[in-house]
C-alpha cells in the first residue's frame, strides 16, 4: 500500500489549502484515514481522522476552520485547511488504517507566512 500525498505550499495568514491523499495497492478494509502534522521541534499530532462510517475527530486547535473528507471510490483522503494561521506551518502526513496495518504518507509541507 501506498499513499502519495499533495497540495501543501507556501500561503499567507488567513488563506486556504487542500491537501489530498491517494492510497493505491491492495488495500484491504479501511477502518479510518487522517491526518498528522510535525512542526520542527514538536512531536507529530493529530490533525483530524475519519471513520469508514464517516464519523470525524479534530483537534480543537483546527476544529472549525479544517474539514476531513473521503472519497471511498478513489480512496483518497483530503483535508480543506482555511483560515491558515502561522502555527500551522508544519509537514502534515496521512495515515490509513485497515483491519490488517496502518500506513503513512511521505508528508507534505505547509508553511503560513507572510
Known amino acids: 500500500v501506498q499513499l502519495q500525498a499533495s497540495g501543501g505550499g507556501l500561503v499567507q495568514p488567513g488563506g486556504s489549502l487542500r491537501l489530498s491523499c491517494a492510497a493505491s495497492?491492495?488495500?484491504?478494509?479501511?477502518?479510518?484515514m487522517g491526518w498528522y502534522r510535525q512542526a520542527p521541534g514538536k512531536q507529530r499530532e493529530l490533525v483530524a481522522t475519519i471513520t469508514s462510517g464517516g464519523s470525524t475527530n479534530y483537534a480543537a486547535s483546527v476544529k472549525g476552520r479544517f474539514i476531513i473528507s473521503t472519497d471511498n471510490v478513489k480512496d483518497t483522503v483530503y483535508l480543506q485547511m482555511n483560515s491558515l494561521r502561522p502555527e500551522d506551518t508544519a509537514v502534515y502526513y496521512c495515515k490509513l488504517v485497515t483491519t490488517r496495518l496502518a500506513y503513512w504518507g511521505q508528508g507534505t509541507q505547509v508553511t503560513v507566512s507572510s
Open positions: 495497492g491492495s488495500i484491504f478494509s479501511i477502518n479510518a
